[in-house]
């Protein structure tokens, strides 16, 4: 199964083809609209006041409700586009978007409206097709599940068993601790009264893989593998497996998870190695978490420099946009590690 | 520029393929074997007692001295094994190794001798390789560097300019701070005398690339390109771009890199971006930090399963390790971030 | 660059998305239309009696007329289908088509009207790609050109000079000798008047291209490249280089192309390597030709068995059908030289 | 699994890497070794003089007699190397050698001696990954055969049964018909008293390859992958399915393969579709045809160009060279056909 999105922010659509997709699923299309809503903008004060409905529509690959092998095409059309915005930055471009970097790969051709294809609207049909792979996988007994982890240094509390995950994706604000959950909300609400805005935190879990998938080398690894869809994901910075960063303060026999029998069946203790060993499956739950960087786009003046005279300017940037995407990114991260399951299981 | 690695740890020989290698390059073979010695082991308390010479011999792609363009490929031997430590464990896997998963994906058919294929041994022709793609890197103005960041939760002193890791090639404990690389040490070696291991982390920058490489898209991002070189080096766990996981942490008025002019070049006055916007270079450093676990083979008594019967067994590990892998690990992540700064170059 | 067709005969749309399509392109929507138009079927007694306007939208990838560097997605909407005559073949399939192939691969569940994935129809978003392929490459100095070689035994006379390709593209039928042409077009009404299809060939050249291009190995030799482009074309059996299949009756002496100088420039006097030589660009233009099969679908009653019972059965093809595809095979065939020229050239 | 290749004609070896064998393969090197005697020069009068005794060595990727699923690595030492003889013609290619386009490509430095890694040496690798994979292939009921169809327009029989082809493998002259074969040795024999070569083809058929596999997307289709393998073989110049060039001669009610049931098996009564409609194997012998041209190398005079001053000049090629690679390239072709196989199969 391989991907292409396609589509501008400000465009007549956005979309996504599948291509090797199995033949005769049942296609929940209900499901993957579910999915859609999840990350569906303009739903309240935490994100952009940017309305869309978000319908998915599909092109292709679906015949009598099932899937037929055929690249499976789904478009999702844009509505509500304010392209006034934007012209203005094309040669003052705004710090750490994708501007300037898009600027000199396209030599000043890009579609800077909304971000064009650099917009965070692009995410929608990842989760499309991520909401695809984990019908896949629900029938071969894995799911996929995540919570935010943190937000502005509010952690929510430690994940102790991945079945703690499958509720939270009926919660609109998915934490395991609600307090937690509460104290992010209000940070999230600070920042965007500052015309700020900030970072966090997603961990994720796909449980239910099989044991002995994978190998250590380059192209094949697990944690290789994952990451390569993940960092496709815009504001993604950092992927870390298992116990991440922690590690690095770790002695060999904490890190270690010790192997156990549990219901007949070999299991680890804990799983401080995100279920991969030497980039080979071990059973247990692939956990990782990513690191969402702040969104770029502030209220505040920023530092610029203008493209056709060199001269350093004062930006700020007007428009609709999230003062935080972890929440936004939830359905996101799980769906591009259900696509990224499907890889690893030669889906 | 793709490899392809071989070998086992006590196997007749380990090496690579290097296919795409441009022609013409005057091979600087010695500076090729000045990489390996910085990784190789039995150089000092620190490391594994294991002996090896590590020589690197060419087996083709390189005639009169330069590259031809044909695949290149190096081999280096294998000395010193001691294979009867290892047979007694194909049934007891040892904790977090590949031992387990490996066993399960070959049907037992794996070769456990001194972690075979899943040795950190095969990191040697990792370095050979990416040695080669220094030099080509280097003929472009490109250089890569790395320090150890951190130790068992000893950090190195923060990174200001890349230019501070040019000399650190050339030291035996590449840290910014030797006091607290003594400290590092002593780490270590307590670690070693209790019979256990300790992770750390290496952070790397690759300075000079060109802006406007890369695409945000699946299989094109520079974040993905990176991440899936640097997690098939065995122990990795975590890739973390610019400023990294610190990035949940922070508000977007101190992530964004504001644009400043600087002798005539639109620079970022900060890079927390780590020299990526948009899965798209920007001209700035490329810089990431990894986390390495510590060494899973440790003395201290552990945890297993066997494996034919199903019952719980406690195990200990003989042979030779690395009480910490970051130091030998230092090369390696240099290496194999030149080859991924080559395929970002379309190389 | 890398595309994804998409679509279904009978579905809403078909389309193809483009990625890696160079920023700052000013396309030319006009010009992509007149290929499609080139390939259109229901114009006129040689082709499907199918009406289909054929019209391409852009969906995405294209700003201010220019390309952006974003993915390019391309649609054509069905208008002209007439679902009821298929559903009855499902269990009974047609001899030489997908039918049977698809059956096993999607265990029943493939679209069958029209061929769904499988028709020749998914040809025009191939067109319309292959159409921007070939602005890229004019920008470039780079030309693609083809002839109907043979239809049905009738061979058009030999190609001479590449640049006798040039004003093909203006022609309804495009042959060298339109002697040749007249009975072929004989050929094909006679064939059709009995109910029955024929098949041809196609020959094409790619002009222009630099010599150096390619490598000997598995996945970048020129051949290769360009076999797997036009494999994924319906209908192609077969691709012969240069001289062809009469290469297996020629002595060295007289395959061999002979190096001269022409206008100061390394070129061979004669082109029976078809422009490759140990799977590199010698610099000459690259020429190929392609077998394309008979239309599978004929009037004709054919043998069948009918998968529900294991029996025997007669069948008879309902429908609109090409009895010849070589003619609208050629911008198509043209097309995919284009879209494998730009991936030898690293587009 | 994929493979790379490494070594030239006149260096210290020449080597394959594979990866993604399966594990617990009980690897039969001396069926290995016999494919590759299949392929070895110097064993009569129509090869090259050269001598080698081609014994495959495994580096890594087996233990214990079995493949443990980490690369696996051969190599062939080289010994009879005349390098003296080829120096001479770096700046005067020989026609239809890769010298000239290998010369533009490595900027001058690429290794002749022998042809260097163009040489058609290279194939001893591409022989053992192909015995390889026909173990692999065997142990799922599938097996791969060819004959020598043609040499220099003379024609073995034409192929009635797969089955015909399973004996062959043991022939020193593959042929169905001797007496053919022995008009063929007699046309390679008079080419060679005239100094000059001759050109053949191929025919092989993959037999029990399951219905179902494949797509017709670029990538997928079987055709495709299969032509991909067989253009990496050095001096072949067309691939051709099932009925191949004689398609292009016929009508559809001849070409078309009816459906009939066999031991209550669904099959085709004749195979002109070489085993896949649609991009996809339908359970028929995948069939097919390859031109080989003739040696390039060749003793009687050629023109060349000096490519130091630009002046044309006559060229003699001394050396040892097979007067017709058709005989040895039966064993290649075989080989990358079951790596195909394996492709198509998703081993």
Known sequence: MRYMIFGESHGPCIGVVLEGVPAGLALDLEAVQRELDRRRPG?????TARKEADR?????????????????????????????????????????????????KSKGCLDLRGGGHFSGRLTAPLVAAGAVAKQILNERGIWVGAHISSIYGI???????????????????????????????????????????????????????????GAPDFGCNVEGVFAQYLFAVPAVKGVDFGAGVALSLMRGSEANDPFVVEDGKVVTKTNHAGGVNGGITNGMPITFEVTIRPTP??????ESVDLRTGEEVEIEIHGRHDPCIVLRAVPVIEGVAALAACQVLGI
Chains 1, 2, 3, 4 share one sequence.
């Open 43 to 47: 739903q309240g004060e935490l994100s």
């Open 155 to 213: 952690s929510d509390r430690a994940l102790e068993d991945t079945e703690e995950l499958k509720p939270l994706a009926e919660k609109e604000f998915p934490v395991l601790d609600d307090t937690k959950g509460e104290a992010m909300r209000a940070a999230v609400l600070e920042a965007k009264e500052e015309g700020d805005s900030v970072g966090g935190a997603v961990e994720c879990a796909v449980t239910g893989m099989p044991a002995g998938l």
């Open 297 to 302: 786009s502030i209220a505040l003046p920023q």
């Open 56 to 104: 998915v529509q599909v092109l292709s690959g679906v015949f009598a409700g099932k899937t037929t092998g055929a690249p499976l095409a789904m478009m999702i059309e844009n509505t509500d586009q304010h392209s006034g915005d934007y012209e203005a930055l094309r040669y003052t471009p705004r710090p750490s978007h994708g501007d300037y970097a898009g600027f000199i």
